[in-house]
C-alpha cells in the first residue's frame, strides 16, 4: 500500500474519531456493533472495520475491497476480532 493512499485512509479515520457518529458515504453499519469506514482508492475500494467501546474506536481488520460485495473471510474475521474485543470488556 503506498504512502498516499495510507495518508487518505488515516485521514479517512481521523475523520470519523472526530466526528462519531457519522453514516454513509463514509461509514456504513455492518452488523450490530460493526461498522465500516469507506476510503475510494484507485486499486478498489479501502475499508477499515471497527468497533466502538466507549469513547475509544477499535479497529478490526482493513483490507482492499475489489469487488461489489464485501467479502465473507473478511467480515467473519472482523466479526470474531470484535467478539474478542468485547468479551474482554
Do not use: C, Y
Not at 478490526?60 to 461489489?68: D, P, V
Amino acid at each position: 500500500m503506498d504512502r498516499e493512499l495510507r495518508r487518505s485512509i488515516g485521514s479517512d479515520i481521523k475523520t470519523v474519531e472526530i466526528g462519531w457518529p457519522l453514516g454513509m458515504p463514509l461509514v456504513r453499519k455492518m452488523a450490530p456493533k460493526l461498522w465500516e469506514v469507506r476510503t475510494p482508492t484507485n486499486v478498489g475500494a479501502a475499508r477499515v472495520l471497527f468497533t466502538v467501546l466507549g469513547e475509544q474506536l477499535v479497529l478490526l481488520h482493513g483490507f482492499i475491497k475489489k469487488s461489489q460485495k464485501t467479502p465473507q473471510q473478511e467480515l467473519e474475521l472482523a466479526l470474531r476480532r470484535l467478539k474478542e474485543v468485547h468479551d474482554e470488556q
